[in-house]
């Protein structure tokens, strides 16, 4: 699955335009050595004029339907990804009209050939050739709804990310907690990180290397302590994330509340992760620069020692979540 190789989705007067010109200059170069003053010249000269402007614009088309991967192939974790970005029943239809307007100018072609074969003038010629750049004009101004739908979705999707069958941890928490910052911190000096946006969030993926093993890290997007049918759809993609990838979760608490949450919200974020999925779950206490010792040994012993303390800002403390994550690895495997 790679959105990426479809195509620049032009407009239908791009389109229009491409087909035209590169039909006028086509027929220029192939049929150079043929004189127009002949009829049966003239004739091969509109026939091959009409013969590129269709295989120019059908092409084009094609190259699209068969370039945007289907939907009906993927695994449900990517089409459940893929339906909360954009809205696949619409998708489908604007494919649809694409694969019609190929069909239609493709018949179109055999039609106004056939029509200059049984024109004896060099003046019909041009007429049937010019009724056809209008008709094929007319198919393609027909589908610019549909061009310019394809135009944003190939946005939306060209950067989803590609998720391997590696071990995963997928980090989670409140918006701000700090997690994208664990997720550079742990994956080195120069992670293998992209930016996946999704409306005004994104999904993070990174890797860790242990020597030649691969560790899949996950940053979701911030999580807020509500019902998955309240979630917008940022949020359940993070929850997908939870439910399909992880191997291990880390939870990522602020009990500073820099983040802009309380406390008592993240822990209910916290239980409900708990609560909802299979997969272990480490706390890990971010920010912990920001708290006076009386505080953090407080929070020490509200979580009976479960949990790990950090400052990702000053690098404390990731070097043992990395060694977590190494030991889960081989736990799991």
């Given amino acids: 699955m790679n959105f990426k190789k479809i195509p620049r989705i032009m407009t239908s007067q791009e389109l229009i335009d491409m087909a035209f010109s590169r039909s006028i200059k086509e027929t220029k170069k192939k049929l150079s050595y043929l ?6 010249n003239a004739r091969k000269i509109e ?26 192939s993927l695994p449900d974790f990517y089409y459940e990804l893929i339906s909360l970005t954009i809205d696949i029943d619409r998708t489908r239809k604007a494919l649809g009209a694409l694969k019609w307007a190929s069909e239609r100018i493709g018949s179109l072609e055999g039609y106004y050939r056939g029509k200059i074969k049984a024109s004896q003038t060099k003046e019909e ?14 198919v393609l ?11 944003v979705m190939k946005g939306k999707l060209k950067n989803l990310p590609i998720f391997k069958e590696e071990f995963t941890v997928v980090i989670a928490g409140a918006p701000n907690a700090g997690k994208s910052s664990l997720l550079r911190a742990i ?70 509340e820099t983040c ?25 206490l971010n920010k912990a620069d920001l708290l006076e010792k009386d505080e953090i040994n407080e929070i020490v012993k509200f979580f009976h020692d479960k949990i790990y303390i950090c400052s990702v800002k000053d ?11 190494i030991t889960e690895a081989k736990r799991i495997i």
């Fill in 35 to 40: 004189k127009s003053n002949r009829v049966n």
């Fill in 47 to 72: 026939q091959k004029k009409i013969e590129i402007a269709s295989k120019e614009s059908r092409q084009y088309l094609d190259t699209i339907l068969k370039k945007t991967p289907s939907f009906t």
């Fill in 125 to 138: 010629f041009k007429k049937r050739r010019r009724e056809f750049f209008g008709r094929l004009a007319s």
């Fill in 141 to 151: 101004r027909q589908i610019d709804g549909e061009l310019g739908y394809l135009q």
């Fill in 187 to 256: 994956t080195g000096a120069s992670p293998r990180v992209e930016s996946y946006p999704f409306t005004t969030q994104k999904l993070l993926l990174g890797y860790m290397l242990n020597g030649i093993r691969e560790y899949q890290i996950v940053d979701t997007p911030g999580l807020l302590d509500r019902d998955i049918e309240e979630m917008n759809p940022v949020e359940r993609q993070a929850i997908l994330a939870l439910d399909n990838l992880a191997d291990i979760i880390i939870f990522v608490y602020d009990p500073g």
């Fill in 260 to 284: 802009g949450f309380p406390k008592s919200t993240q822990l209910d974020i916290l239980e409900n992760i708990q609560k909802n999925f299979n997969s272990k779950v480490l706390v890990m």
């Fill in 315 to 325: 690098n404390y403390g990731v070097d043992k979540i990395k060694e977590y994550i």
